[in-house]
T-cell receptor, first 114, second 114 residues
Framework: EAQVTQNPRYLITVTGKKLTVTCSQN?????MSWYRQDPGLGLRQIYY???????DKGDVPEGYKVSRKEKRNFPLILESPSPNQTSLYFC?????????????FGSGTRLTVV | AQSVSQHNHHVILSEAASLELGCNYS??????LFWYVQYPGQHLQLLLK??????LVKGIKGFEAEFIKSKFSFNLRKPSVQWSDTAEYFC????????????FGKGTHLIIQP
């Protein structure tokens, strides 16, 4: 089944403890993005990647890092999480050359930083 | 920078009522337009999309949307809503080739009362 898989689905952590949220897609898509969803703010883009080793900042990149060493994986790294990073996170992917495809989204990761 | 504006943040309707959710975007170039739906506790699913051609597009579950270029609008409609349409609805746009992800509106929380 074609899908974007995020892990974990739920995570509670403490301030300052480094964490990684994994994202993997099995559709051979070139484009991948990370978003955070907050009530009343909709989805805001954190980082995006156009292909392996090509990443760029979205609208709210502060406090986050990403890497794209393999085409299928696009992990989101929080080096020193803070309570304002408590949010619902989504990873998404899309194929090159098909702008009308839209993006396929993962099931989300609900992160709580205490 | 492109932006998306959704006019209604919360909408409450009775079953069988007609629905129209407004969406305006600000970008003068070529865009691809999307409506996504998020049912409670779930990830985003694509409802419909506009790329080119007929400005009236039909999506899943009886939804449709009309692209009006002169008004920079892409409003979502459904003639008769059902209780199962209760969800969060997001309008989104990507520009050009779509490599840099989607820009979302803040969403509309739709509640259908039986």
């Amino acid at each position: 089944e074609a899908q974007v898989t995020q892990n974990p689905r739920y995570l509670i952590t403490v301030t300052g403890k480094k964490l990684t949220v994994t994202c993997s897609q099995n559709m051979n898509h070139e484009y991948m993005s990370w978003y955070r969803q907050d009530p009343g703010l909709g989805l805001r883009q954190i980082y995006y990647s156009m292909n392996v080793e090509v990443t760029d900042k979205g609208d709210v990149p502060e406090g986050y890092k990403v890497s794209r060493k393999e085409k299928r994986n696009f992990p989101l790294i929080l080096e020193s999480p803070s309570p304002n990073q408590t949010s619902l996170y989504f990873c998404a992917s899309s194929p090159y050359g098909q702008p009308n495809y839209g993006y396929t989204f993962g099931s989300g990761t609900r992160l709580t930083v205490v | 920078a492109q932006s998306v504006s959704q006019h209604n943040h919360h909408v409450i309707l009775s079953e069988a009522a007609s629905l129209e959710l407004g969406c305006n975007y600000s970008y003068g170039g070529t865009v691809n337009l999307f409506w996504y739906v998020q049912y409670p506790g779930q990830h985003l699913q694509l409802l419909l999309k506009y790329f080119s051609g007929d400005p009236l597009v039909k999506g899943i579950k009886g939804f449709e949307a009309e692209f009006i270029k002169s008004k920079f609008s892409f409003n979502l409609r459904k003639p008769s809503v059902q209780w199962s349409d209760t969800a969060e609805y997001f309008c989104a746009v990507n520009k050009g080739g779509g490599a840099d992800g989607l820009t979302f509106g803040k969403g509309t929380h739709l509640i259908i009362q039986p």
